[in-house]
């Protein structure tokens, strides 16, 4: 009798079961595999903390893989993985560093021409007069490194729109943890392709101890609408994972990229 009434339970489990996943007003959606896959590209050997920086965020993206929702590779370098490789990748998370020139450029400018998804950090964007990619201003959609503070500080940050994916959920203000902030001339904000999404307010100025900026525009996370990216210009030191709301607004801008893949969204498979 007993093990009757444990089969009749099992059965009564897995029917319920079925029932619920096949009810379209149930309210969640378990994946049973993977639901894309993310390649987290970084340098080892940059600026002490770029590389603390970098062990801080495979920490972050590594978690957000729990119970196998995503699959995520790291790399130290692209040299390996030409376009027909990287195009099995829904985005690249770069860290710290930009691709080598050359064949790993290439790459790179074709796997984002064609669709390709990026979530940036910081040094991920730093250029000057001589990098020579000028595809890479293009793909930012802002000109080239400007100024910074220092040392890093925290910073009042301001929402320029409260409604996008990757801010609907985000104070209108917050204090974002200590971070060596990059100005861009020109700004992304003179490109009508770019839509800034939140910027450092001008009650910090003026920011800095040693280097100190005094007044400007101050765009610190933006997506160029021609591509399938999200620039976010945090990125230095241990303790940048510090912050609950900073954690929400990168992975935001994370899923909001993934959101956009040409395959379809993956989180609605």
Known sequence: ?????????????????????????????YARAPRFKALLYYSDT???????????????????????????????????????????????????????????RDAFERYMENGGGWVGFHAAAYNDGSTK???????????????????????????????????????????????????????????????????LSAKNYPIGIKDVVKSGDFPIVWRNKNYRMVYLNYGHGDREFTDATQNLLTLNAFRYVVSLDPAGNPFEK
């Open 133 to 199: 990619w000028p595809w890479l201003l293009k793909f930012l959609g802002c000109g080239t490194f400007y100024c910074n503070n220092w040392p890093p500080q925290p910073a009042l940050v301001e929402l320029d729109i409260i409604d996008s994916p990757v801010t609907k959920n985000i104070p209108v203000e917050f204090v974002a943890p200590e971070s060596e902030w990059y100005q861009w001339n020109p700004s992304p904000r003179s490109n009508p392709d770019v839509e800034v999404l939140a910027s």
């Open 1 to 29: 009798m007993k093990n009757l009434r444990k089969l009749f339970f099992l059965f009564f489990c897995l029917t319920g079961l079925s029932l619920v996943a096949q009810d379209s007003s149930y309210p969640a959606n």
């Open 46 to 104: 940059a600026e002490p903390a770029h590389v603390e920086f970098a062990q801080g965020a495979i920490e972050f993206f590594h978690r957000l893989t729990y119970g196998e929702g995503y699959i995520l590779d790291v790399t130290t370098s692209l040299s390996e993985y030409p376009y027909e490789r990287l195009k099995d990748y829904s985005v690249i998370i770069a860290i710290n560093n930009t691709p080598s020139p050359g064949a790993e």
